[in-house]
């Protein structure tokens, strides 16, 4: 008897055991759960959480929402909860220091159930998180290098490979690795879209132009050699997008899940009037030109920041001489660092303002973003955010632009893929 009783019992703690995030789910449970862990104070962290969560529940589910403070280095007790509540997919849009931990604490505790992220974590780190592991782990971005659709693309891609071999500073500051970041295909993009703007500007204003004159361009500018497509600028200052790219984390590469579309009814926008706005001038004395990268190279962000800051280096070394009536003007980078820091952006945008640039690009990370917004307006400085996904960016602020994608279509597009995912597998 006593021997029946234990075989019972231990079938018992094998059933639970297998439930939830850590096994199999009972079919006939309706409820569908999402567990979600975002960082305190932290605006994209908090931002995307809530897009996803406003989402998913529109579409049926149920959501636990937590957060943690910063510097958590162990996330066993989050996704024990997780577990505990036999969630059906883990949300966890967190920055890609964060996200090395609590992969490693999800595989020593058998997470069975998707994990999910944004854009920051399409990242080689990532790749060596779930190495060996049995995770499967999905992020949205804004371009698949395996993308040949276009010829921009194609060309991009084998043009960056061939750049990272050819520098080995930019090689390491890649992780080490020849992968092409959706981050970096921005970057390039962005890059191109100023100096574009910067042209523009000149066409009409010779070597009287100034920042603002840049500003102006910007909003009627049409760029159609896009890596991730063509841009063009709404009455927002964002891109006008209509999909992402859905990856899964495989052995040493991001494997190609899904294409998501959603509608965008957005139009470009008109004219702006800056009014008597000076901005800052073209530097005829010298016979430059500056653009700003406002980045995090060192910081939880710095991995996102350096792949941003090699896009916009690579773009540089194609195409870097402005010809301004019969003079030919240099175009450098000058490369200002946020430490991934709000506390820091200021000084760190001031730093570009005082290399008297004409634009800045960046940054990687929403919170510095909008730091930062009130220092450029202030110059009359344009800004091209690359990455920076949190809808408050431009709000308000008629001097920051963006190449990406907006957070509440990003939170619809992964809370929408972790559906369709988890209905496919009851």
């Known amino acids: 008897m006593k021997k029946v009783l234990a075989l019972v019992l231990a079938v018992a703690m094998l059933v639970l055991c297998f439930a939830g995030c850590g096994g199999a789910k009972d079919n006939t449970e309706k409820t ?18 809530n897009n996803f969560k406003t989402a998913f529940e529109a579409a049926g589910g149920q959501v636990v929402m937590e957060t943690f403070p910063k510097n ?83 060309d991009f891609v084998a043009g960056f490979k061939g750049f990272l071999k050819e520098n080995k500073d930019y090689y390491d500051m890649n992780g080490g690795n020849d992968i092409v970041a959706a981050v970096s295909a921005l970057g390039f993009d962005a890059y191109n879209v100023a100096l574009s703007a910067i042209r523009k500007a000149a066409a009409e204003k010779g070597n009287a132009m100034t920042s603002v004159d840049v500003a102006k361009a910007l909003w009627t500018l049409t760029y159609d050699n ?55 001038a073209l530097d005829t004395q010298n016979k430059k030109i500056v653009i700003g990268v406002y980045e995090p190279t060192s910081g939880d962000n710095a991995a996102g920041g350096k792949q941003e800051v090699i896009g916009i280096a690579y773009a540089n070394s194609l195409d870097n001489i402005v010809k301004i009536g019969d003079d030919e003007y240099k175009v450098e980078i000058y490369v200002s660092d946020n430490g ?27 919170g510095v973003s909008i730091a930062a917004a009130d220092t450029f307006a202030a ?48």
């Open 226 to 280: 896009g890596v991730t497509g063509k841009i063009q600028f709404d009455a927002n200052g964002d891109a006008i997008k209509d999909s992402a790219y859905i990856k899964k984390a495989g052995n040493g590469a991001f494997e190609f899940a899904k294409l998501q579309k959603v509608e965008n009814k957005a139009t470009q926008a008109t004219a702006f009037d800056y009014g008597d706005a000076k901005g800052i």
């Open 72 to 154: 958590t280095t162990n996330f066993s007790d989050y996704l024990q909860k997780a577990l505990d509540k036999k969630a059906d997919v883990i949300f966890a849009p967190n920055s890609v220091a964060v996200a090395s931990n609590l992969l490693k604490n999800a595989a020593d505790l058998g997470v069975t159930c998707p994990i999910m992220a944004g854009d920051t974590w399409e990242h080689s780190a990532i790749l060596d998180a779930v190495k060996g592991t049995d995770l499967a782990v999905y992020c949205s971005t804004f371009f698949d290098e395996s993308d040949t659709s276009s010829t921009a693309a194609k």
């Open 379 to 426: 110059a009359g400085m344009p800004a091209i955010g690359i990455s920076c996904t949190n809808a408050a960016v431009t709000q308000g602020n008629n001097y920051y632009f963006r190449t990406c994608f907006l957070d509440p279509f990003q939170g619809s597009v992964d809370a929408q893929f972790a559906w369709d995912l988890i209905s496919a597998q009851k």
């Open 340 to 366: 991934s820091l709000e506390e820091n952006a200021v000084t760190a945008a001031s730093n570009i303002v005082n290399q008297n640039a004409l634009i800045s690009l960046g940054s990687y990370g929403s």
């Open 32 to 49: 569908v759960l999402a567990y979600i862990l975002a960082e305190k104070g932290d605006t994209y962290s908090l931002g995307l959480a």
